[in-house]
């Protein structure tokens, strides 16, 4: 608040009641009314009126705009137009599509690398090599103690006799066979299609009673133990001198791929079907297995 004198008069300036009186202004002017009326243009005869002020506007103004925002914001969130509406955009399921594509793929990319350095050491092994990689160590080596159930339930400890039972009662190899090299007998039974590859019998077929063990030619690491359709559960073994043995058609599969095996030791059971198929490689060259066994 400020004074200014003049001769005789005394004027009071107040600068709140002046910003007082500028809003009571605009406030008139915002409510003042106007009429809108629309005519018929040729004969000027009137269609519609109505009262508005400039506050009726802006309220209509403004409610319209946030109706529009609300209906184009649910567009967007709820309907399938934001891929429309919205440049470069992409859906969650999607997102979620690629990102499940994504995880296959690099799962398909580490299965694919393992396919091929198993091929690959495959390939060296049968060729008479010593392949390039190992088998992990499962071994744990955080050095915790590991917490083993060592006890033997009943149906094991029958499965272990009869196994033990089956496997002494394996005949003595005596007679040294045609090649000069004795190889265990894979399992207690006869031989139902010899080797012949000029017919395309590469190998020996086996015929034995159901659930028969199978057992390992010669001491060896086990290179595979998986299941193909057309051989079944196959179980491929590594031995000493570049020798390889393959077995086929397995019921049941007893060992892992990485155990070591002995000679004589049980690698899986006969199937149903009561037969089973062996193979034998050595350097890389398939050969008659016949020649290792006794008679």
């Known amino acids: 608040m400020h004074f200014s004198r003049f ?7 107040n600068p709140e009641m002046e910003r007082k009186r500028k809003r009571k202004k605009i406030l008139k002017k915002l409510k003042k009314p106007f009429r ?10 009137e269609r519609l ?7 009726n506007v802006i309220v209509m103004v403004g ?6 925002s609300f209906i184009f914001y649910s567009l967007i969130a709820f309907t399938p137009l934001r891929t429309v509406l919205i440049p470069d955009f992409s ?3 999607s997102r979620e599509n690629a990102r499940i594509a994504r995880l296959k793929a690099d799962s398909l990319t580490r299965v694919m690398a393992s396919q091929d350095k198993y091929y690959n ?45 089956q496997q002494n009662n394996q005949p003595l190899r005596t007679k040294i066979p045609e090649a000069g090299y004795l ?16 017919s395309g019998h590469a190998g020996i077929t086996w015929a034995a009673a159901p659930n028969e063990p199978v057992m390992a030619v010669l001491n060896g690491t086990v290179l595979t133990s998986t299941f193909s359709v057309t051989s079944g559960n196959t179980v491929t073994l590594q ?8 077995y086929k058609n397995l019921g049941v599969l007893l060992k892992q791929a990485g155990q070591p095996v002995k000679a004589g030791e049980s690698i899986g059971w006969i199937g149903e079907s009561a037969n089973f198929h062996f193979e034998l490689w050595k350097n890389g060259v398939q050969i008659d297995p016949g020649m290792y066994f006794t008679k």
Do not use: C, W
């Open 36 to 45: 809108l009326i629309i005519l018929n243009e040729n004969t000027f005869e």
């Open 239 to 246: 031995h000493p001198n570049g020798f390889v043995s393959i």
């Open 7 to 13: 001769p005789d008069i005394l004027i009071t300036f």
């Open 121 to 165: 050491d495959l390939k060296i092994i049968l060729s008479g090599g010593t392949p390039l990689s190992s088998v992990p160590d499962s071994i744990p080596k955080n050095n915790q103690p590991v917490d083993l159930n060592y006890q033997v339930s009943e149906i094991d400890h029958a499965v272990r006799e009869d196994l033990s039972r």
């Open 63 to 68: 409610g319209f705009l946030v109706v529009f």
């Open 183 to 198: 190889l265990f007998r894979p399992v207690a039974g006869t031989i139902a299609e010899s080797f012949n590859l000029a």
């Open 49 to 55: 009126s109505y009262s508005l002020t400039p506050m």
């Open 91 to 93: 859906s969650y399921e």
